[in-house]
């Protein structure tokens, strides 16, 4: 079974860190694009930024300068740093892994911005 697993998530103030974590197990972690995704409340799931199989990065212009996504392919693990917190930013957070016709994701993360 193919698993995606986030961590990291939380609360945090406006202009603060998180750093979230996606690992990935039960495929072969380097055949796959992968990516973040997040959804608000009463919103559709957005692209937030994405990792191809070669370490070619795209960011929504929303978190353009202030997120970073990496991956690190000895641990099946795709990380997103993110800074520089808006309230906006407050969603669910969902890993993605795309191969050919096939895509799985995670279960999702919560970050909220609040002051």
């Known amino acids: 079974q193919v698993q995606l697993v986030e961590s990291g998530g939380g609360s945090v103030q406006p202009g603060g860190s998180l750093r979230l974590s996606c690992v990935v197990s039960?495929?072969?972690?380097?055949?796959?694009?992968m990516g973040w995704y997040r959804q608000a409340p009463g919103k559709q799931r957005v692209l937030v930024a994405v990792?191809?199989?070669?370490?070619?990065?795209n960011y929504a212009d929303s978190v353009k300068g202030r997120f970073t996504i990496s991956r690190v392919n000895a641990t099946s693990a795709v990380l997103l740093q993110m800074g520089s917190l808006k309230p906006e930013d407050t969603a669910v957070y969902y890993c993605?892994?795309?191969?050919?016709?096939?895509?799985?994701w995670g279960q999702g993360t919560q970050v909220t911005v609040s002051s």
């Open positions: 990792i191809g199989r070669g370490g070619s990065t």
């Open positions: 039960g495929t072969i972690f380097s055949w796959y694009d």
């Open positions: 993605n892994a795309r191969w050919l016709n096939i895509a799985y």
